[in-house]
């Protein structure tokens, strides 16, 4: 009976030990399941980074559905993300533009900043003065490159390939005003000397500070057109000086060896290099007649009422303006009372004066605003008569061009 007793006891120690085993061995397995778990969403978690822009990348097929924003969508996403922070959202778009240009300068084609191993051809040779000798030159580099002064290009000779000889310098008004896909540019430092006319007999040196302009256009990387004219405008108004069509003569196509190439060439540029300088004209004669449009005949005084005064004073400005093919337009005396001019030492009274505005259109029928002056001499009891006083000079508003409506 013992015996039995003492099996059934080991027998339910064995069941419950057994038991209480394998609640830890699920334990284990469970917490090894879970460990396992944890270290993959936390390693799925790590793979997705948040970039420079704020928002989540990852490697998962989520990037292959939507990889490219546009910028409105960009910001909408950045809303999403951070609905209550203004701040970031501003920040981390700023951020994004920058990285997009980034990446849109780093597609660009790269510009030669450098001289080209080729020497190309210029369609006329140039006679370059270097010391006490001229040379024939007829084989150039270009080298396109930017400087703190802007963009330039320098033309180098085949003779001394590191001597800038020319210098052509383009400025932000003249790349807006060029023709979409060439840009114009203006020679500033250097002198040539060229042969020119329609048999090419008459040689003329070109240069800087010259009544003659002198402006080059990039029309490829390795074709640029030398070209000339007379001066107009210039370069007032804050526009650029332009050249009147009808003087242009192309003086040299700079480019590849072939014959046919050149004479082309040529012919191409010459509608080109029009267009370019009649937009520059048109922008200088909008922004002339702008300035000009602001310069206004000058109101009427109380004196203007004096029918005598402005007869007199109509009579002489159209006998003085006359003697140099101007016609007078209109005029007005400006004052509202006589101004007295005293001896400063003795106070006694020498004169009184008046002045009014009037306008003109000269034999360019170019208007400009001018002024006189009216004067009456004190004879001690009164004044004498009137006596012209003559145009003012040098006085603003006076001698300012004007628009003649």
Known sequence: ????????????????????????????????????????????????????????????????????????????????????DQAKQDLYYQKYLEKKQQEADANKPKSANSVSD?????????????????????????????????????????????YAWLRFLTTPELVAMSPEGYIGY?????????????????????????????????IADDVFVIYAASHQGGHAFNVPSYMHEKDITILNVIGKGDQQFHVEWLEK???????????????YD????????????????SMNSNASLVSFAKEN???????DGAKLLKLNIESNDWSIVKNKYTGRILYRWIKGAFTEKNKNNDCYLQGFLIKQQYNGSGYGSSQFGGVIHGQMPYGQKMNCE
């Open 1 to 84: 009976m013992k015996k039995i007793v003492l099996l059934f006891v080991l027998a339910l120690c064995y069941n419950v030990s057994h038991a209480q085993f394998g609640k830890m061995l699920k334990k284990k397995a469970k917490a090894a399941v879970e460990k396992k778990l944890d270290k993959k969403e936390s390693s799925n978690s790590s793979s997705k980074s948040e970039n420079a822009s704020g928002m989540v990348g990852s490697s998962s097929t989520e990037t292959s559905s939507k990889t490219e924003y546009t910028d409105e969508e960009f910001k909408a996403e950045l809303a999403k993300k951070y609905p209550n």
């Open 317 to 323: 400005v159209s006998k003085t303006i006359a003697k």
């Open 286 to 301: 909008a922004a002339a007649k702008s300035t000009m449009d602001a310069i206004k005949m000058p109101k009427a005084g």
């Open 118 to 162: 080729d020497f190309l051809y210029m369609s006329y040779p140039f006679a370059m003065t270097k010391g006490m000798s001229a040379v024939g030159v007829d084989r150039v580099k270009l080298r396109r490159q930017m400087t703190d002064m802007g963009d330039n290009v320098d033309i180098l000779p085949a003779q001394d390939p590191d």
């Open 269 to 283: 540029a010459k509608p080109i290099v029009k267009e370019f300088e009649a937009t520059l004209k048109a922008n």
């Open 186 to 218: 203006e020679l500033v430092s250097g002198m040539f000397t060229t042969k020119v006319g329609a048999d090419r007999s008459q040689t003329l040196e070109l240069g800087t500070g010259m009544p003659i302009l002198v402006r080059g256009m990039l």
